[in-house]
């Protein structure tokens, strides 16, 4: 569903992402971790179309990302590190606003964002003005809105930043859901126990990818007993510091 | 169309919810039409005037109870001698002074004495217009002077008639550039502000990884705030009518076409403006300077006509330029579009060349 070769993103001289190659099936829910400064968010916004690469090639959802950033958008749902939805509309406005602009019918729109707020518990305040919900709702909501068109897959950029662990848990029982439902998750996280939630993980450490695997295999790689040990070993290397 | 749509809605909703900007669009009318055409006048009132009369004749005295009689001249006081009253006017206490010289009264029958205006041109609108009134003031004196006495009154006498403001009220020429100035703060400021806002927000983000098409994105930020000038323009007429009696000489159309341009114009630069910065203090700084230079090289305040050569040829690359010339002929003369058609076809022009602008600077993709 996502196959990337040799992505490389330059700023003047810095090399925020230097040379990643990966590939992400199907249904699959994949772990893009990597210390703040990285180059996660860097990457994620090249294969969303949001940013160009300087070199390297890649594929989202059968689409070319350097030629055809246009038509990647049409299959693809992305939730933005920061809270982006309009906080002065109702939860409701903000369904109706991104489904229209992915072409749905106003009547499909309806059914499908009823159909996720039933599910996280949250029709009956369909009507309520975002800026009136609390962080913890608004993740959730967010990640119902980056999936309201069924895209192919979905990018979500630290989505669970600032929300509590019980928050944590049914947001991550939603990504899973949808994920089973064929629908491919890119995440990436700072909390290494949601990492053991993947299906795979890839660790980013000075904008290249130093490990990628199951995390099962990783733990057992480094000789470790937790994927906090991983990262720790491999961040601990790490040059850029922010 | 589906997509516009959406957004359209989207910004409406949006707009009715801001606790400001409903208010702002209906009182910002108000208080223009209201209150701008009194103190954007040209009509100088208030002129002190200092009199050195050397004379202290009747003739004399005829002409210092007639300046304090008239409407816009102030007598401020007599003086002995022109020294005196010159210290005065260094003081900034008097604008003119009008020295009679002595033997004036007597020479009315024979050749008159030459009497002497002198102004302070620190300000200019002031000096020049102050010295013509006190010399029409005068030269009515003196006519009547004559007339009384049985003497043959001068023929050199200039009478001016006024075509199409012929009540040369300064609020009626002014109206039509007021109108404009408001188009231009309300159609070019609020569509920027609003995009910037975005920006700033982040909310553009998550517009700019859907699929959305950037004409239709543009046109949304476009046309709402293209409703709401209209909207502005309307109540702007109706008042200027209700207040000053002011009514359209011409064909309201022919007006709201143009203004229906205009506002494209200035709306597609506002977009523009927020696209190519960052923050809202980028927008705010370029938005000033561009609107400061529309305002003082249109012709809404000093004619385009009077401005150096270079000057003028740069006016005529300015869309305000057209509007301004076109408004005051439509609300003024009863111009026609046909006799105008330069200018629509110039507003026109403008307006696809920045609409087109406004979608291409818009980057969906850093």
């Known amino acids: ?148 068109h069924s895209p192919k897959v979905i990018f979500l950029d630290e989505p669970t930043g600032g929300v509590d662990p019980l928050t944590r848990r049914q947001f991550w029982s939603m990504i899973r859901k949808t994920a089973a439902e064929g629908t491919t998750v890119f995440v990436t996280t700072h909390y290494m126990d949601e990492a053991e939630y993947c299906d795979r993980v890839s660790i980013m450490v000075d904008g290249k990818i130093m490990a990628l695997d199951t995390p099962a295999a990783l733990i057992e790689k480094f000789g470790v007993s937790s994927m906090d040990e991983v990262f720790r070993n491999l961040a601990r290397n790490a040059v850029r510091n922010e | 169309m589906g997509v516009l749509r959406t957004l359209i809605i989207k910004e409406i909703r949006q707009f009715r919810r801001n606790p400001f900007m409903p208010k702002l669009v209906v009182m910002f009318p108000l208080m223009l039409i209201l209150v701008m ?58 604008d003119l002074i009008l020295e009679i010289p002595a033997g004036f009264g007597k020479s009315m029958m024979g050749t008159p004495e030459k009497v002497s205006i002198w102004a302070n041109g620190v300000n200019a609108m002031k000096g020049s217009l102050g010295s013509q009134y006190l010399m029409q003031t005068l030269l009515k004196c003196f006519q009547d002077i004559r007339a009384s006495r049985g003497l043959s009154i001068p023929e050199s006498t200039i009478e001016t008639v006024n075509f199409y403001n012929p009540t040369m009220d300064y609020k009626h020429y002014m109206i039509p550039a007021i109108i404009i100035m408001l188009l231009v703060m309300v159609g070019g400021f609020l569509p920027a502000i609003n995009l910037v806002m975005e920006k700033e927000l982040g909310t553009i983000e998550q517009i700019n990884v859907s699929p959305v098409n950037r004409f239709a994105f543009t046109l ?14 309307g109540i702007c007429m109706v008042l200027a009518w209700l207040v000053y009696g002011l009514d359209v000489a011409g064909s309201i159309w022919a007006i709201l076409l143009a203004a229906a341009l205009f506002i494209m114009v200035i709306s597609s ?28 090289m249109s012709g809404l305040y000093t004619p385009v006509e009077s401005m150096p050569l270079w000057a003028q040829k740069l006016a005529f690359c300015l869309p305000p330029t057209y509007m301004v010339e076109l408004m005051r002929a439509v609300y003024l003369k009863g111009a026609t579009i046909s006799d105008l058609w330069i200018n629509y076809v110039a507003l026109g022009g403008f307006a696809v060349l920045f609409g087109v602008l406004a979608a291409i600077t818009y980057k969906k993709r850093g």
């Open chain 2, 220 to 233: 949304s930020k476009l046309i709402p705030f293209w409703i709401i000038c209209l909207i502005d323009l």
């Open chain 2, 269 to 296: 630069i506002g977009v523009i403006l927020a696209n190519l910065s960052e923050t809202m203090q980028q927008t705010m700084f370029l938005m000033l300077f561009i609107i400061l230079t529309f305002i003082l």
């Open chain 1, 1 to 148: 569903m996502i196959s990337v070769n040799n992505l490389t993103k330059m700023f003047g001289d810095f090399k925020a992402v230097d040379g990643i190659s990966f590939d992400v099936a199907k249904g699959e829910i994949f772990g893009f971790l990597g210390a703040n400064g990285a180059g996660k968010t860097t990457a994620i916004r090249i294969l969303c179309g949001l940013s160009k690469a300087t070199s390297g090639s890649g594929h989202v959802a059968g689409c070319d990302i350097i030629t055809q950033s246009e038509d990647i958008k049409r299959n693809i749902g992305y939730m933005c590190q920061k809270f982006s939805l309009y906080e002065d509309l109702t939860v409701w406005e903000n369904m109706e606003l991104y489904g229209g602009i992915y072409g749905m019918k106003t009547k499909d729109v309806h059914l499908r964002a009823e159909q996720l707020l039933k599910e996280v518990d949250f029709y009956e305040h369909r009507n309520d003005l975002v800026k009136s919900i609390p962080t913890g709702w608004r993740q959730k909501l967010a990640f119902t809105v980056a999936n309201i």
């Open chain 2, 37 to 94: 055409p009194w103190i954007a006048t040209m009509d100088v009132k208030g002129i002190n005037v200092g009199i050195a009369d050397y004379d202290r004749s009747d003739i004399s005295q005829k002409i210092v109870s007639r300046i304090d009689a008239s409407e816009y001249l102030e007598l401020k006081g007599m003086f002995a001698d022109y020294p005196s009253a010159l210290a005065e006017l260094e003081d900034g206490k008097i």
